[in-house]
């Protein structure tokens, strides 16, 4: 049976990569579909954002923080490019605080996601319950971006009541992310 070097197992971290911008880029494309719970509209993207930090510290486990930084980059960037190209071919202008907001709540969450993780990663055994609240954390900071970046508001009646519903339905998503996070084997 031949062996795998280092150097060939190396090359499968861009499936991931690629995995972690096809994401982002699909937060990007469902963010104005929405449907309703309790007479507020929530995006359907919300469903995808836990899946990101969850990919993210896959990488960083794996492989390691420099990749899972690289990652991050590629994603924030291709996003916006995404956002831009999208924006040219339908005619629209592109409002520079749609995309700003989006790509500093995005970066910034990830890369606070990504220093809680490799904290709990090096110096403590990684308890399922720490994991889940990075995790959370790390929503809680995407959507305090992208709320003051984007929406500049924070008194409308329904945003806290849609704030709490995202919150929740995401906590529920990543429980099962932190559970399976904790398996993953290191490099």
Known sequence: MKK???EQTQDD???YILLLTTLAILLESLKNYTFKIKGV???IS??????IYYISNYIA???DCKKAVAAIAISGVMFVSFSAIISFAFGERLILSNVSGEFCGYVISQFINLTLYMFLLNNTKMP???LYLNYLFSLIVYYMFYTLIYLSIFT???YWLGYFITLGIQMIICLPLAIIGKRIKEK
């Open 61 to 63: 486990k794996k492989y």
């Open 13 to 15: 971290c861009w499936i």
């Open 4 to 6: 795998i070097s280092r």
């Open 46 to 51: 919300l469903f995808f954002l836990p899946f």
């Open 156 to 158: 409308l009646d329904t």
């Open 41 to 43: 509209d929530l995006s």
């Open 128 to 130: 399922i319950f720490l």
